[in-house]
């Protein structure tokens, strides 16, 4: 049988990793247990990982791309229309943590020292600089970044974090409605007066 390739190899210790790190925690797990999980030899995870913190970084990484990736879009199908982007802003993030509770639970826990180490900066800066120039276009003067991020994102995040910690109960997305018009009465609230 030959070989995988690399992105199959990739992908199998990456799914792996995402298994037994959500289940066991990341410290319990070892290069040995990624081996057996994965089929894949431990010479292979460290010429494509390099170590276990960097399996790490890659499934947070991955993750968190994938969630950059879906919030664009939704901004995008509303573009001028500030209040549809606001509410598809905030039903994605909500629907992001439905779709990927594992990869959420694992971004809550290790989004912080995956960022120490340079690998989230690069997608972080092309995300934020598209969803900016979203807010440039639909807010026009009265955008910012921050403002959005903490009246629009932040709330919806910590409803899905409450849920993949199995502290609340409902769905996120029943939460969309009500968030979607608290967030965008905030923005309009913080608009400076003409």
């Not at 990793?17 to 057996?36: E, H, P, Y």
Request: hydrophobic content about 50%.
């Amino acid at each position: 049988m030959p070989p995988p390739a690399a992105t199959d190899t990739r992908s199998a210790v990456l799914a792996a990793a995402a298994r037994l790190f959500d289940a066991r925690g990341f410290a319990a797990v070892s290069i040995s247990d990624l081996t057996a999980a994965s089929g894949v030899s431990n010479g292979s995870i460290y010429h494509h990982f390099g170590s276990k913190d960097g399996v790490l970084a890659e499934v947070v990484a991955g993750a968190l791309e994938g969630y950059q990736r879906g919030l664009l879009d939704a901004l995008a199908q509303h573009d001028g229309d500030a209040e549809g982007g606001v509410r598809a802003a905030v039903a994605h993030e909500l629907a992001w943590f439905e779709a990927h509770p594992r990869e959420a639970r694992l971004v809550l826990a290790h989004r912080d020292a995956v960022a120490a180490t340079g690998r989230l900066r690069a997608p972080n800066r092309a995300a934020l600089a598209a969803a900016r120039a979203w807010l440039d276009g639909a807010l026009g003067a009265h955008a910012d970044a921050d403002l959005f991020h903490a009246l629009v994102l932040a709330p919806a995040r910590e409803i899905g974090a409450l849920w993949v910690a199995k502290r609340v109960k409902r769905r996120p997305s029943t939460f969309a409605p009500a968030l979607g018009d608290a967030a965008w009465a905030a923005l309009q609230a913080t608009a400076p007066t003409q």
